[in-house]
């Protein structure tokens, strides 16, 4: 895998993107030496086409909120969510 710094990435992106789909290889973005992102290349079937096939994944009677209460695993959690949204 190869190295490039942000700045030297945004300098010479499109350089980067054929260099990244012709070899078929990843290429990590650093910042300050530091590993900030990856840039792959694209597989066809990886990404959803299709945002509405996503629809419904709570169910039929499913509701945002009602998700989000179910996820709470305990009463202080669920205390501390209602005056968050009694704030606003």
Request: proline share 3%.
């Amino acid at each position: 895998m190869k190295t490039v710094s942000v700045y030297e990435l945004r300098d010479n992106l499109s350089y980067y993107l054929n260099l990244v789909s012709k070899n078929q290889t990843s290429l990590v973005v650093e910042k300050y030496n530091t590993p900030t992102a990856i840039l792959t290349p694209y597989v066809k079937g990886t990404v959803v086409d299709d945002p509405l096939s996503l629809k419904g994944f709570l169910g039929k009677k499913g509701s945002g909120i009602q998700y989000v209460n179910r996820i709470r695993r305990n009463k202080h959690e669920r205390d501390r969510v209602k005056k968050l949204l009694n704030r606003s």
